[in-house]
Structures are given as structure tokens and as C-alpha cells.
């Protein structure tokens, strides 16, 4: 499995136009994988999971176009993981197309409900929709696609995250999640995973409790790994990679890469592309990175 990290960053990007804290200074003078966008990941080149604000923009800059995607996948609500935006561009009307490549979108009910706002039609945008529900399972073959509860703000109440398993690999993507729900835990007893990705959003801000609601920092993640290495959830040959940082509280690539290093989770940056075949702990990794802002 293919997998391109199109942007890395939680809501406010880094770095953020709104501030000029330390973190947002560094990344403006050092650019390269201090620059992040809005999360969403291309896997293989026929499977999008959010549709956030920055989607198009990232296409440009890591040279990825979405003309084979026939499934997209969104966690929730949140506008850093769902713009109308990025879908309704999808409209017809496009130079030698009657219509866009036909897409099923699987999304909770609260990202369909903002998709009716748009008063665009089905039809014309070219998408099936799917709605998902927590623990739901998705036949999107050649995928299987598992939905599971997201410990994230109570507002979206829907928020999901998923198991995406090609037939090649299996992969989680743990974002956006605060420590998992003991409900979650059993779905992931013996799963083997290839490939792991986690948020950090709140980095170091070691504040950690087992209890919160909204996200993860360096020490929910370990959390998370050892209560899913406890399930065999994941192994010595899983790798694992954090994403989805906030500038208030993540530290530089660098430094981020410093610390998650030392965990045994590698640092994800925009345009950074894994092989899971490849991509085991210690192995040569195939990843090649498509382009850096420079
Ligand atoms: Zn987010
Ligand atoms: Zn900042
Ligand atoms: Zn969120």
C-alpha cells in the first residue's frame, strides 16, 4: 500500500497566518518540512481519507491528481478535515468531461448533513453517497474498510477513524482521537497492523490524562501504542508514523523527529510518500518525498 501524506498539520496549520509564537517563526524562516498543511492522506492513488481546505493546493505541490480516487473517506465534521469546498470543485462543467470520475463518499451523518448545505446535487458532483456509523464495516473493494470510534470533542459526536485494509496491508489511521474508548479496544485484539498513524496534535504538552476528550500529546501516544502492542494490535514489524501537529504545542520536524524517534514512531511531513511493503522497523524505507515548499 501507497500512502501520501498531503498535509500534516491539526486546524490552524503551521505555520499559523494568525500567529508569530517561536514554532510559526521557525517554520517561516525554515520552510521544508516545517511547513504544514491541513491533514489528508492519498492511499494508493484510488483512496482519499478527508477532503480538508488545503487538498487542492497540496495536489499541486506534491504532484498528485485525484482523477483514479473512487473512494473518499472523512473522520468527521471538523473543517480541517472536511471542506465543501474541496468537493464541490467536482461539479460538472470541467473542458472534455460531462461529468467527474464517479466517487463513493463515506462520511458519518454530520459531514452529510454539511454536504446538503451545499445544495449541490449528488448527481452533478459525481458521488454515491455511504453513510458510516461507528463499527460499521465497508466492502470498497479491493478495500475493507473498518469505521471506529474516535474519542474526539463531544460536539461530533460521529467522529470516526479507519482501519483500511488493501489486501496487502492493513493500516489504522488514528487521527483525530483522544485515547480510544474501552468499546474500541476488542476490534483491534490480533490485528497485525503494517502501518500505524497517529496523531500527536498537542505534542508536548504533557498534560496527559487517560481520560481526555479531544486529542493526543507524545504521552497519549505511548499510551496508545502499548495499550495495542498489550492486543496484538500492533508488532515489532508495525511501523508506526505521528501526524496531525499543532504549532501551540509541536516543536520543530526536527525536534519532533528527536522525540517520537525515540518511541519508535517516525515524524510525518507533507509530501512524505511510505510503501507499507517496504516500510517495515529497520528496513531500507522506499519513501520518496514528492516536494517541499521551499
Ligand atoms: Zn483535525
Ligand atoms: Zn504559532
Ligand atoms: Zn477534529
Not at 481519507?49 to 473517506?73: E, F, Q, R
Not at 470543485?89 to 446538503?116: H, I, W, Y
Amino acid at each position: 500500500m501507497k500512502i501520501t501524506f498531503l498535509g500534516t498539520a491539526a486546524a490552524d496549520q503551521i505555520p499559523s497566518p494568525y500567529c508569530d509564537c517561536p514554532r510559526c517563526t521557525h517554520a517561516r524562516t525554515h520552510r521544508g518540512p516545517d511547513v504544514r498543511k491541513r491533514c489528508c492522506y492519498l492511499i494508493n492513488d484510488d483512496l482519499l481519507v478527508d477532503i480538508g481546505p488545503d487538498l487542492l493546493v497540496a495536489c499541486s505541490m506534491h504532484d498528485v491528481h485525484l482523477m483514479n480516487v473512487k473512494y473518499t473517506l472523512v473522520t468527521h465534521s471538523h473543517r480541517d478535515h472536511y471542506d465543501a469546498a474541496s468537493l464541490v470543485v467536482r461539479k460538472q462543467g470541467f473542458p472534455g468531461r460531462e461529468k467527474p470520475p464517479q466517487m463513493d463518499f463515506v462520511a458519518p451523518p454530520s459531514v452529510m448533513e454539511l454536504l446538503n448545505q451545499t445544495g449541490v446535487s449528488d448527481s452533478s458532483l459525481g458521488i454515491r453517497r455511504i453513510p458510516v456509523l461507528p463499527f460499521d464495516s465497508i466492502d470498497l473493494p479491493p478495500y475493507q474498510v473498518k469505521a471506529l470510534k474516535a474519542t474526539h470533542y463531544p460536539t461530533v459526536g460521529d467522529a470516526v477513524t479507519y482501519l483500511i485494509d488493501d489486501g496487502t496491508s492493513k493500516v489504522l489511521i488514528a487521527s483525530d482521537t483522544a485515547v480510544y474508548k474501552d468499546e474500541v479496544w476488542p476490534h483491534l485484539e490480533n490485528l497485525q497492523l503494517d502501518q500505524l498513524i497517529i496523531e500527536c496534535t498537542v505534542g508536548t504538552n504533557t498534560s496527559f490524562k487517560a481520560g481526555q476528550t479531544r486529542h493526543l500529546s507524545i504521552d497519549g501516544v505511548e499510551y496508545m501504542i502499548n495499550k495495542m502492542k498489550a492486543l496484538n494490535a500492533i508488532t515489532d514489524q508495525t511501523a508506526i508514523c505521528a501526524t496531525h501537529f499543532t504549532h501551540k504545542h509541536c516543536p520543530s520536524h526536527d525536534e519532533m523527529s528527536e522525540i517520537l524517534g525515540k518511541m519508535g514512531v517516525r515524524c510525518a511531513y507533507d509530501g512524505l510518500v511510505l510503501d507499507t511493503l517496504n516500510n517495515r522497523p529497520g528496513a531500507n524505507t522506499t519513501e520518496k518525498m514528492t516536494s517541499h515548499p521551499s
